[in-house]
């Protein structure tokens, strides 16, 4: 068995080689497969902050996806227009620039994660599965029946987002912005999950009467975590959309909430870097399976149905041990 | 906006709330008893549709074809009780959501591989067609009120089983304490399992009454699922008499806010803005009913704390 860190490292350099392999064999389409990857990764990261490490298994993270995703939309489409997003009382205007729709979108996930939070956290359990579902699925059907964004039919953005010194359009500088910001996520989750508030979430995710006891306000700790978890995966739906040029209600529907879970739980539940083996494990069983059979999707569920009943603690379980003092 | 209008809406609203309790009170009762939170169940859901559009395209009867969904339902449901479901009993939650979600995309991906990616049509029978009038001289579809009355002698038979019969006092006695019925020699896997293709053959049953309204397509049970967790949130999980009351209060919240509320916002706003207003809002409108009752009752109307 090797250790944890080991894979992690491993997976890092993976992500490092193979496209830097697409770009020597000039292999574009692999490079926009790690890319997505990668931002599906993230968007797993986000969640797993929730889901592995605060045991809050939201099913309705695709609303921060898709929060983020149309945070992009909307900027980029009216900068693309030419026209104000507000004109009164103070004009506001939509932008292509990368950093600003990232901070956008982080603030507006994070403030819908804070509400969205502040009402399923009341609840507990399956109670809080559902309501996350819920409260997710109401946006999907919100987007599709609002036609100023372009409803059913969702928005396209014909020019990626500029980043400042880089050529956006360029895979595999795109694939380096979302691959550092990737990095910087991971790195920085891994320093909250060390911290005494990602100690006291873990320990309130174990006991939480215990947790009570001591002193710890779990309600407010769960929701800070909520909030964090949100921001992250909206930063990946802004990405994301980037990638596509091109936002739609999909991003809100309840496949993505079950997709970026299946991630997890490929991955390894609680584990840093779960989601990103997950993810890349998933882009490649889609782009194989894909290939092999048009129903491509009843693999998908019997690998995951073997996973969930027979492979306890995903793909990083069965490569690395238990380091002391880890999840669960 | 007219009284019949009106009444015409509260009828509808009645017939979608009735569906809706046959899918929320099979998933209730399945996590009441065993603890379980199924997202296959819209997948039963679209199979009884599938089976009754099949049969009834094969022998033309509608009423085979309602008995073929159930019987469908149930023997899909007990299937899948047998080899997965079993498993999850003692696992968690996520683990539950998990299994169960790569089960929809099983079923979705098998149902279309089998039948298409078309829709397919169930027709209302010949003698459940046209309208009825009504007192006060109320004309209704037959159809509907046949549905409605299906899914309250539903209610009602199913209330009598649970309080009534034998099985109905281990479900019951399954809910409070499911060791100590064990352990008093109840054949627990045995009750599970029935319970279990009990809620498959009602999601089934629904899923063909509402096939022949709208279509018979993939994906159909999903949107129906997602309604019916909403219904159980606000009716509180593992309680008939809540996933009744929220099946109903669901399913008039939606049909009227649907039709009234671009009516209302058409009373200060112009034609065009009202209605894109008030649709936008009309569909989220069940989703902030279900956050006011989580806000006073985190544990639904019906629910213990």
Redesign the interface.
């Known amino acids: 068995m090797l250790r944890e860190r080991t894979v992690n490292m491993i997976v890092l350099l993976l992500l490092l080689v193979v496209p830097a392999y697409a770009l020597i064999t000039d292999e574009p389409f692999t490079i926009t497969l790690a890319t997505r990857a990668v931002i599906l990764a993230l968007a797993g990261v986000g969640l797993n902050l929730a889901l592995g490490q605060g045991g809050l298994v939201s099913f309705g993270h695709a609303a921060f996806f898709g929060m983020g995703g149309y945070a992009m939309g909307i900027l980029a489409s009216h900068a693309q227009n030419y026209t104000p997003i507000l004109e009164s009382p103070f004009l506001i205007e939509g932008t292509n620039s990368m950093p600003v729709i990232w901070l956008v979108a982080i603030i507006a996930s994070a403030l819908l994660a804070l509400l969205i939070g502040a009402l399923s956290l009341r609840t507990s359990g399956v109670y809080f599965i559902m309501v996350t579902l819920a409260f997710g699925q109401m946006f999907y059907y919100f987007t599709i029946s609002w036609p100023a964004y372009g409803g059913e039919d969702g928005l396209s953005i014909y020019v990626r987002n500029q980043f400042p010194g880089l050529n956006t359009l360029d895979p595999i500088q795109f694939y380096g912005i979302c691959f550092v910001l990737l990095c910087a996520v991971l790195f920085l989750v891994d320093r909250l999950n060390k911290s005494p508030f990602g100690l006291a979430l873990n320990g309130a995710h174990q006991n939480e009467e215990r947790a009570r006891t001591v002193g710890i306000n779990v309600y407010r700790l769960r929701l800070v975590a909520f909030v964090i978890s949100g921001a992250i995966t909206g930063l990946a739906g802004a990405l994301f959309a980037d990638l596509n040029r091109f936002v739609s209600p999909t991003m809100f529907s309840w496949h993505i909430s079950g997709e970026i879970m299946i991630f997890i739980i490929l991955g390894g539940v609680g584990r840093l870097f779960g989601p990103v083996v997950g993810a890349a494990l998933y882009i490649l069983l889609e782009h194989f399976l894909g290939g092999l059979s048009e129903y491509w999707f009843i693999y998908l569920g019997a690998i995951l149905l073997g996973v969930v009943l027979f492979a306890k603690g995903g793909i990083i379980g069965k490569l690395a041990k238990r380091e002391v003092g880890h999840g669960k | 906006m007219n009284m019949l209008l009106l009444i015409e809406q509260i009828l509808n609203g009645l017939q979608f709330g009735v569906m809706l309790f046959l899918m929320a009170a099979g998933l209730t009762l399945i996590?009441g008893v065993m603890g379980l939170?199924n997202l296959a169940h819209g997948s039963l859901y679209m199979i009884g549709a599938f089976a009754a559009a099949a049969v009834a395209g094969w022998s033309g009867s509608f009423l085979l074809a309602l008995i073929a969904s159930m019987a469908a339902a149930a023997m899909v449901g007990a299937l899948i009780e047998l080899t997965?479901i079993r498993?999850l009993y003692d696992?968690d939650?996520?683990?539950q959501?998990?299994?169960t979600?790569?089960?929809?995309?099983?079923f979705?991906?098998?149902t279309?591989?089998i039948f298409g990616s078309f829709p397919l049509f169930l027709n209302i029978p010949e003698y459940l067609k046209g309208t009825v009038i009504l007192p006060g001289g109320i004309e209704y579809s037959l159809y509907r009120l046949t549905i409605i009355g299906i899914g309250l002698a539903v209610a009602v038979g199913l209330f009598l089983l649970i309080s009534k019969t034998r099985v109905g006092m281990r479900i019951r006695a399954g809910e409070n304490d499911r060791e100590m019925i064990g352990a008093l020699g109840v054949d627990i896997s045995v009750l599970y399992t029935l319970v279990f293709a009990l809620g498959a053959a009602l999601a089934g049953l629904s899923g063909a009454l509402v096939g022949a309204i709208q279509s018979v397509e993939v994906g159909m049970g999903?949107p129906v699922l997602?309604l019916a967790?909403?219904v159980?949130?606000i009716g509180g999980?593992g309680s008939i008499k809540g996933a009744l009351a929220g099946a109903l209060l669901v399913g008039l919240t939606d049909t009227l806010g649907r039709t009234m509320l671009p009516v209302v916002f058409g009373t200060f706003m112009d034609a065009s803005s009202a209605t894109?207003v008030g649709?936008?809002l009309?569909?989220?409108l069940i989703?902030i009913l279900?956050?006011g009752v989580?806000?006073f009752k985190?544990?639904?109307l019906f629910g213990s704390s």
């Open positions: 996590f939170i997965v498993r696992r939650h996520l683990e959501v998990l299994a979600f790569a089960l929809i995309l099983i979705s991906e098998g279309r591989w999903e997602i967790f909403v159980i949130v999980i894109t649709s936008a009309a569909s989220m989703y279900m956050a989580l806000i985190p544990t639904g």
